[in-house]
């Protein structure tokens, strides 16, 4: 009979025999992350990109990079990477240093701005990058059709780049970073320059990437595409991180951090009589936003959860209260990015400042 303390030994043995990059939590760890740049002969004038970030994504989730130009995203990349040195804290990727060869051999990457020779075709734009990180030739044969076939270049794998249109490049690029079966995936802008059917299909690719294990860590401009396949999100303004957590619950974050109302926010329509109504929602604060006819109106109110939201449906039935509608208003994942990012010192909204131009 073994011990426990024995089975304890073994366990932690067979853990110390894994590789880093298995042994590790996390995807990808930062820890009071900064950089800052010098400009300048002298190297006087200092900007800081990064100041004192600190998120983790978790292995085999999809996980978005959020943020204005300038936030500082491409260099939380290129830390990553190792394209640049990080001036502040750390960083790490699969339990390897953050730019280390042994972390980028573990990183499938697609950038911005990929940049394909025009007279390569699929198959020697394969061959041509899968080289660069050391995969055999008869491996990039082997799985070549697959790739074009999954980014959906399979008809198009003996044309010339030249003849791709931006999408299509775009798409090739995701296969040269499937190549060497990556842990990793990083994704700058993946959806650039696809027409909606192609992005459609681009998010259909990466959920069957993170079901096969892979995790996603893309950076993205368009916070639809974001909100439709993203687990968590962090979001960095002006080099620092202003939030980071699940894609569902930041609606609830910045209300809190506004004061605003929390809980679930409700629009019904209802039709009866205006004493039933009132009656209804009596003991809670709501409002009348209109009222089509004598009898029906539209009711906005916020309720704790979904048992009192029960509770008022109940409620409105007993007293004979027709309900036409109900919805739940949420925050989309671009209202509260624009509520996190937004600058008190500057004017309200865009007509605010057209104002202000035309005075």
Do not use: W
Request: charged share 25%; hydrophobic share 40%.
């Amino acid at each position: 009979m073994i011990k426990e303390s024995e089975s304890n030994s073994a366990h932690e043995k067979a853990a110390q025999e894994k590789p880093a990059h298995e042994r590790s939590q996390f995807a990808i760890e930062a820890s009071s992350l900064g950089k800052t740049y010098s400009e300048g002969i002298f190297a006087k004038k200092k900007f800081e990109a990064l100041k004192d970030v600190t998120f983790s994504v978790n292995r085999g989730e999809i996980f978005g990079l959020l943020g204005p130009n300038g936030a500082g995203k491409t260099t939380f990349i290129k830390i990553l990477l190792g394209i640049i040195k990080k001036s502040a804290g750390d960083a790490s990727m699969l339990g390897q240093q953050a730019g280390s060869r042994a972390g980028r051999k573990l990183v499938g990457y697609l950038p911005e701005h990929l940049r394909i020779p025009p007279h390569l075709n699929g198959y020697t734009a394969l061959e041509c990058y899968g080289s660069l990180s050391n995969v055999p030739k008869s491996v990039i044969h082997e799985k070549r059709d697959g790739l074009l076939d999954l980014v959906g270049l399979a008809e198009r794998a003996t044309d010339r780049c030249k003849k791709y249109s931006k999408g299509m490049l775009q798409r090739l690029g995701l296969a040269q970073a499937l190549l060497h079966d990556p842990k990793l995936l990083i994704l700058d802008e993946p959806t650039d320059g696809l027409d909606p059917q192609a992005r459609a299909e681009m998010r259909q690719i990466i959920r069957r990437l993170k079901g096969d294990g892979v995790t996603i860590f893309l950076n993205s401009h368009l916070l639809q595409e974001v909100e439709m396949v993203c687990d968590r999100v962090a979001i960095l303004d002006r080099g620092c991180l202003r939030y980071c957590g699940d894609v569902s619950t930041i609606g609830d974050f910045v209300s809190d951090s506004s004061g605003g109302a929390s809980g679930v926010q409700l629009e019904i329509d209802v039709v009866g009589d205006p004493a039933a109504i009132n009656g209804s929602f009596e003991g809670h604060k709501f409002e009348i936003v209109s009222g089509e006819s004598s009898d029906s109106f539209l009711v906005q109110l916020t309720l704790s959860d979904q048992a009192a939201i029960d509770a008022l449906v109940d409620r409105l039935r007993t007293n004979q209260v027709s309900i036409h509608r109900l919805l739940r208003k949420q925050s989309s994942l671009e209202d509260a990015f624009l509520q996190i990012i937004a600058d008190p010192s500057s004017p309200a909204n865009v007509n605010a400042r057209i104002d202000e131009v035309l005075k």
